[in-house]
């Protein structure tokens, strides 16, 4: 008798139980969802430049906020001016709605043909940016909270 190799024997076991007892729909269903987690992070933006950042140390007059956040290939750019409005753009250019929201609150928008956005009103912090991409099927990019 040839000796069994440990691969072929769990591969035998394996086949085995498949047989007798089949893995429940439900639970393949909650393992394929459980598998979309493992690129969670791919949709979440990060801070790639931040003026505050860049400018440490200098002395200047006040100047306007300027944040830029990434993720796959797409470019979040915003600043705050006046201390109450947030201006952006995507890049690249998509008219989706965006949302600002708080704890307490959410506001949306909707960006334009050139990817440009704009709130009136700037939520107290902290806050985040969500980009809602429909018309692709994909998930919406959140950018990190952010307090101004």
């Given amino acids: 008798m040839n000796p069994i190799h440990d691969d072929e024997l769990v591969d035998l076991v394996g086949r085995a139980l498949r047989t007798v007892d089949p893995v429940p729909e439900h639970v393949l269903d909650g393992a394929m969802a459980a598998w979309t987690w493992r690129t969670i992070d791919a949709e979440l933006a990060q801070i790639v430049f931040d003026s505050a950042a860049e400018l440490t140390g200098v002395r200047s007059e006040v100047m306007e906020r300027q944040l830029t956040f990434q993720v796959g290939g797409?470019?979040?750019?915003?600043?705050?001016?006046?201390?109450?409005?947030?201006?952006?753009?995507?890049?690249p250019a998509m008219?989706?709605?965006?949302?600002?929201?708080n704890e307490e609150r959410t506001i949306?928008?909707?960006?334009?043909?050139?990817?440009?956005?704009?709130?009136?009103?700037l939520l107290p912090h902290p806050v985040r940016l969500t980009v809602h991409r429909p018309h692709d099927g994909r998930p919406p990019i959140h950018t990190v909270w952010m307090v101004f």
């Avoid at 797409?74 to 890049?91: A, K, T």
């Avoid at 949306?108 to 009103?121: A, M």
Wanted: net charge negative; hydrophobic share 40%.
């Fill in 74 to 91: 797409i470019e979040i750019e915003v600043m705050v001016v006046d201390g109450s409005r947030l201006v952006g753009q995507l890049v």
């Fill in 95 to 101: 008219a989706t709605t965006i949302t600002q929201a």
């Fill in 108 to 121: 949306s928008t909707r960006s334009d043909h050139l990817g440009r956005f704009s709130f009136d009103e």
